[in-house]
Nanobody
Framework: QVQLVESGGGLVQAGGSLRLSCAAS????????MAWFRQAPGKEREFVAT????????YYADSVKGRFTISRDNAKNTVALQMNSLKAEDTAVYYC????????????????WGQGTQVTVSS
């Protein structure tokens, strides 16, 4: 069992940066790959980024590649999403997720979800 709690969301101007964090509880955190998804109003939840259990491999959605960076610290049971050059279209609720897949994944493959944190980018 893994419990996930996100933090770090907020309001930022376009072009700005924001760092999301996800704290995980449970002794099996390091055995899971971790991911970030987001869901904008009226849209389906979409994949943003994922990182392997070791941190050696990362994958990004094309829409965020080069702007977002996912990282993890297994000693602290945390995963982060550094978001730079934010755009209005990045506005969404961002969710932390734990899974056991390789590469980019669908939301149906997620084993555990956080409660989400709101990110709003003003243009």
């Amino acid at each position: 069992q893994v419990q996930l709690v996100e933090s770090g969301g907020g309001l930022v101007q376009a072009g700005g940066s924001l760092r999301l964090s996800c704290a995980a509880s449970g002794r099996t955190f390091s055995s899971y790959a971790m991911a970030w998804f987001r869901q904008a109003p009226g849209k389906e939840r979409e994949f943003v980024a994922t990182i392997s259990w070791s941190g050696a491999s990362t994958y990004y959605a094309d829409s965020v590649k080069g702007r977002f960076t996912i990282s993890r610290d297994n000693a602290k049971n945390t995963v982060a999403l550094q978001m730079n050059s934010l755009k209005a279209e990045d506005t969404a609720v961002y969710y932390c997720a734990a899974h056991r897949m390789i590469g980019s994944i669908r939301s149906s493959a997620v084993d555990y979800w956080g409660q989400g944190t709101q990110v709003t980018v003003s243009s």
